[in-house]
């Protein structure tokens, strides 16, 4: 660990990109803040999202990154989206060591109960403060997919669907994501004999 973060913050945007990379806390107002582990429905719902992103993204171009990669908000605050993606052209340049440098195109959070707030209102805010186009949100409980776009620097719901509607966002032509597949259990190899 970086050793700025043994010591009382506050915490700058060199410190929190100093963090190993299996350290998941994020930098709130100048504090290293633990984020919740994630739930095994978390973990589920991000790679089949990947999938069809990573999927779209090679016939259409631009780059997905995991949740390992920070963004910058401000000098004082950085954030690790569940997903984030750089149309082509807009590519995250000089990322390394989990740093992603620009502003992505689309942000894409996973809330469970406990992250609820921080996903839908603070993380909200951030990102359109740094002018991300497109936030979805994902609530697995609630079986829900939230399409967000900016607009004269706010977001506003473009698209909320639900149980196993087929999402086809306007602005990735030729996109389709069944969310029947993101709410599906994790496929499992079967039992040893």
Not at 23 to 33: C, H, K, P, S, T
Not at 61 to 70: D, I, R
Not at 74 to 79: P, W
Not at 127 to 156: C, F, N
């Amino acid at each position: 660990m970086h050793e700025a973060t043994s010591q009382p913050g506050p915490y700058t945007w060199e410190d929190f990109i100093a963090l190993d990379e299996d350290d998941l806390r994020e930098l709130i107002d100048g504090e290293l803040v633990e984020v919740e582990v994630p739930t095994e429905e978390h973990e589920a719902v991000v790679p089949m999202l990947s999938y069809f992103l990573v999927g779209w993204s090679l016939q259409h171009g631009g780059e997905v990154l995991g949740s390992g990669y920070k963004v910058r908000i401000s000098e004082k605050r950085g954030v690790m989206p569940d997903l984030q993606y750089y149309r082509a052209g807009n590519e995250p340049h000089g990322h390394r060591h989990g740093l992603a440098q620009g502003r992505p195109d689309l942000v894409v959070e996973i809330v469970s109960p406990s992250s609820v707030r921080y996903d839908r209102v603070t993380k909200m805010l951030w990102y359109a403060s740094i002018g991300t186009p497109e936030y979805w949100i994902v609530d697995p409980a609630a079986r829900k997919l939230e399409r967000l776009v900016l607009e004269g620097g706010h977001y506003a719901i473009a698209e909320a669907l639900e149980g196993d509607a087929v999402f086809r966002p306007a602005s990735f032509e030729e996109l389709e994501i069944p969310l029947a597949r993101l709410w599906a259990p994790p496929l499992r190899a079967p039992a040893g004999d």
